[in-house]
């Protein structure tokens, strides 16, 4: 949930909780990773108020820890909530120490933190078997369900997900302004070393430009002016803080070439907005790129159903080289669920072609969906399509 320190105290449940509450009863660590700003540390203290709270962003409680693991622990015992662990990743191994001299003792640490390169390589190494790890992303539409009732499509896409921001009743384009200056820069220039901003910014922004489609490096380095090697370096740092993520091409037992390069996709959809320069409803309405916003959206949702449940993520898409596509294709067992998202209002035929099409091909295909902006609607046509209102719950089982 979101508390507010003010009279009037909003309060936003986050469907993390029963997966954090079920994997501290199991695990004596468990780690929270997201991005910046997603309501992790809000997350593990509302699930656990009677733990003690440290901050890793705090200098002197960094140097503190740095200089005598011992006695920084005597001073903060478990049950504890660690902050933003990758801006010490040492300390690591000595939670592993602490949590082995009681290792049938669950619950003992939360971890958090908002880059996974280092924290990651650090638990991977120290705390393997000893630790869960969540994934907490912005908002869900199911989260923000109530409130949303309220807002169009397009406000809804302006104003993104960040749960400060709904929580605050904060103006978009400035949230995002101060979040990519304050957050994405720094963090960036920790991981890798940016010579020039304004390029970083340019490539930032094409990516923006290109949701939902195929990644292109030698375009994207042509047109910011840096090599193809920075670009990956550029992107996998991205990666790493969780701003964007790649869906990976599915390769059907269709007999067809498909292409091998992922799509990118931004974490949470406001940010691609400001990138783009999107200041207002009635900009996004009339935008070029709205449909490619629209899918930006409903992906990342789509992604959040998995790991607000503590599951990974089982998802591609389906593209041949002539240009053929399913926007989205889920793995269920022993079969795949194909899903298209249309930001249309009003139902066709057309839709739903794609998805026709690819049933008849692959004989695994089970419950094809469209998502869209119309009218919920059941079993359409030979594959009996089940067509949803992208606010409606689509949890892909």
Request: charged content about 25%; overall charge neutral; glycine content about 6%.
């Amino acid at each position: 949930m979101i508390l507010l320190d003010n009279e009037e105290e909003k309060m936003i449940d986050r469907l993390m909780m029963n997966s954090l509450v079920a994997e501290l009863e199991e695990y004596p660590v468990v780690t929270v990773f997201g991005p910046r700003q997603s309501g992790k540390t809000t997350l593990a203290r509302a699930c656990r108020p009677n733990f003690g709270y440290v901050s890793m962003e705090d200098k002197e409680t960094r140097d503190a820890a740095a200089a005598d693991y011992k006695a920084f622990f005597a001073n903060h015992p478990a049950p504890l909530i660690i902050d933003e662990v990758q801006r010490l990743p040492e300390i690591v191994s000595a939670i592993q120490t602490i949590v082995d001299e009681k290792r049938n003792v669950c619950g003992q640490f939360i971890l958090t933190g908002s880059q996974q390169t280092q924290l990651a390589e650090a638990v991977d190494e120290s705390l393997a078997g000893r630790t869960s790890i969540l994934d907490l992303l912005p908002l869900s539409t199911e989260e923000l369900r109530q409130e949303m009732g309220s807002l169009s499509t397009d406000e809804c896409m302006t104003r993104g997900f960040m749960p400060e921001l709904h929580a605050r009743k904060k103006r978009p384009f400035n949230y995002y302004r101060n979040y990519f200056r304050t957050y994405v820069e720094r963090d960036v220039r920790r991981l890798i070393n940016v010579k020039n901003l304004i390029q970083f910014e340019r490539f930032v922004t094409l990516l923006a430009g290109r949701v939902g489609q195929v990644v292109n490096f030698t375009s994207l380095a042509s047109e910011t002016g840096v090599s193809v090697p920075t670009i990956s370096a550029w992107l996998s740092a991205l990666e790493a803080s969780f701003l964007v993520f790649r869906l990976p091409p599915h390769f059907a037992n269709v007999a067809k070439r498909v292409v091998k390069a992922p799509k990118i996709y931004f974490t949470d959809v406001g940010l691609a907005t400001y990138l783009l320069g999107i200041e207002n409803p009635l900009q996004m309405t009339a935008h070029p790129l709205r449909g490619s916003l629209f899918e930006n959206m409903v992906v990342a949702d789509i992604r959040k159903s998995f790991t607000n449940r503590g599951r990974e993520p089982r998802m591609a898409f389906y593209r041949t080289e002539k240009g053929f596509e399913v926007d989205l294709i889920i793995s269920a067992s022993g079969h795949v669920v194909p899903i298209e998202i249309k930001s249309s209002m009003t139902f066709g035929k057309n839709l739903v072609h794609n998805l026709e099409l690819y049933c008849d091909a692959d004989k695994a295909a089970r419950k094809p969906k469209l998502i869209y902006d119309g009218e919920a609607m059941k079993d359409f046509g030979t594959h009996k399509v089940n067509c949803i209102n992208w606010r409606d719950e689509c949890v892909i089982d």
